[in-house]
DNA sequence: TAGATTGTTAATCGATTAACAATC
DNA sequence: TAGATTGTTAATCGATTAACAATC
């Protein structure tokens, strides 16, 4: 059941992933959980554990895990395979990084329009993607049938914008707003908040030049 | 003593700061732990357990916070008082939208400049800071006393980007690559990963379509 | 005063780590 | 065969939650 593998496994299957390809580049057919682990300063146990709970593919004691073989399973677990159509709301500058960004079609993800209320953009193309106003987004995406939507309105619209996008069937909001969202169960969030962030990086800093200044 | 606040505290912080910006808005002067638990989705124990860590204010049995103080004392927690620079490496698609990003001000962040290798927007200003060449990096860095660098070069020069950036005598490095970067103990890294936001994102996803088709 | 709410301690929960039998 | 490595179970760790005495 994916319904009991943690989540923390999940964020780091894309880590495995970009790691047994630079492994792949260098010729190795095999790699032992100890190897993963080191490349990415984590813990065998937890390597295993991760890799065992994806039922990815089993290791073989003494050798470990077949490369070609992880990377089939976890491009599988983690549904690259598969393309998963998803609206941007908000075509900023954030959203129109977002737009051009073009790493997301390895990882299974389809941006197939963007939304604004700004006449300016609307009807033009950016980064090959059509921008349409925010009036249409409700009967495209449940035409479409489109379950993800990128949030990258300006935050004070955040919530007005989350509930259109729940009316309308989406079922994923991926939320680039530093406003917190309340929307039903049935609809999963993720909070990609640069102000947390920063605030938990400030903390390791203050932290790190605190053990600096007792050790002298 | 910060060691042992958890980095989840620090995290929670800027999202109780931006709700009691708006309940301030609102003309309320007091809040309860109950209250800013319900507008964050969380429980009014952690909430209170925050707080207290924080040291940030007592609040009064009955009363609960005062809203003023509560900001002013988050505000001064977080550091967001004192400006600290940053440097900002890699002036691609995202490199741009960060740089042009107003928001870091009210975080205490300042970006004082962009590095990168092109030629075409060496010379230049982008969103009002100037672009330098990366070999004025470690200069630039180790003269202005700079402790935080915003990564977000291609991967595959992350690391050999990272190591400069140590040398220089950076401490801590937000990393937006999708690479994992090895820096001794002495520097902290915050990982922006998208693909790990987005399976975590996906997997919520899952789990809720797959709770759906049993509940029909 | 009565009762809402704080600050803190103890109980619970979940994730990571360590240990180890199985085995190629 | 001997030993490296797997997969899994038990122990540990840390964070969240629940409970409650203190108190405005």
Redesign the interface.
């Known amino acids: 059941m994916?319904?009991d593998?943690s989540?923390q496994t999940?964020?780091?299957?894309?880590?495995y992933l970009?790691?047994l390809y630079e492994f792949k580049k260098e010729g190795r057919e095999n790699v032992s959980s100890v190897q993963l682990a080191e490349?990415?300063?984590l813990t065998p146990s937890i390597v295993k554990k991760d890799l065992s709970q994806a039922k990815v593919q089993d290791g073989k004691p003494k050798v470990g895990y077949a490369v070609d073989d992880l990377i089939a399973g976890i491009s599988e677990f983690?549904?690259y395979n598969d393309l998963?159509e998803a609206v941007l709301v908000g075509v900023g500058?954030?959203g129109?990084?977002l737009l051009?960004?073009t790493?997301?079609g390895?990882?299974g993800?389809d941006i197939v329009a963007g939304f604004d209320i700004d006449d300016g953009v609307i009807g033009t193309k950016i980064h090959g993607k059509p921008i349409l106003p925010t009036g249409k987004l409700e009967g495209a995406v449940e035409k479409l049938g489109i379950?993800?939507a990128i949030l990258t309105v300006p935050?004070d619209h955040a919530q007005a914008m989350a509930d259109v996008l729940v009316r309308s069937g989406i079922?994923?909001i991926?939320n680039f707003t530093?406003?917190?969202i309340?929307v039903p169960d049935?609809?999963?969030v993720?909070n990609?908040?640069?102000?947390?962030?920063?605030?938990?990086?400030?903390?390791?800093?203050?932290?790190?030049?605190?053990k600096?200044q007792e050790s002298k």
């Open positions: 994916s319904g593998i989540l999940f964020h780091r299957m894309p880590q970009k790691t490349a990415l300063d983690l549904g998963k500058k954030l129109q990084a051009g960004y790493g997301f390895d990882y993800l379950k993800i935050a079922r994923a991926w530093t406003a917190h309340q049935s609809v999963a993720r990609e908040n640069m102000a947390s962030s920063l605030a938990v990086l400030s903390a390791q800093l203050a932290e790190i030049m605190k600096e």
